[in-house]
């Protein structure tokens, strides 16, 4: 199972940018996505998650600015950033709670995507 993100880059405050994250390989269904992010010098954080059923969970830190969405047919999940700031600066992270054809159950990392806010 792989998962690739896609998105991000430089972004002047007060703009907005959208995240993409494709889950593939030996899946059998994906349950909660979620993205995450790294500031340089701190710890990963949680931004949002979401459920199959699209039950959402946000940091409060985001609320109001930013949304996650996922398609299960395409097994993708989205980050929509709006009003970003420069604090908001970190590699995001997408995460997949998957169970496999082979029935196992593991979670699963993207790669990571820079985010650069500019003030």
């Known amino acids: 199972v792989q998962l690739q993100a896609s998105g991000g880059g430089l972004v002047q405050a007060g703009g907005s940018t959208r995240l993409s994250c494709a889950a593939s390989g030996s899946i059998f269904v994906v349950n909660v996505m979620g993205w995450y992010r790294q500031a340089p010098g701190k710890q990963r954080e949680l931004v949002a998650s979401i459920t199959t059923s699209g039950s959402t969970n946000y940091a409060d830190y985001v609320k109001g600015r930013f949304t996650i969405s996922r398609d299960n047919a395409k097994n993708t999940v989205y980050l929509q950033m709006n009003s970003l700031k420069p604090e908001d600066t970190a590699v995001y992270f997408c995460?997949?709670?998957?169970?496999?054809?082979?029935?196992?159950?593991?979670?699963?990392w993207g790669q990571g995507t820079l985010v650069t806010v500019s003030s």
């Open positions: 995460e997949a709670g998957v169970v496999t054809t082979k029935f196992v159950r593991r979670d699963y």
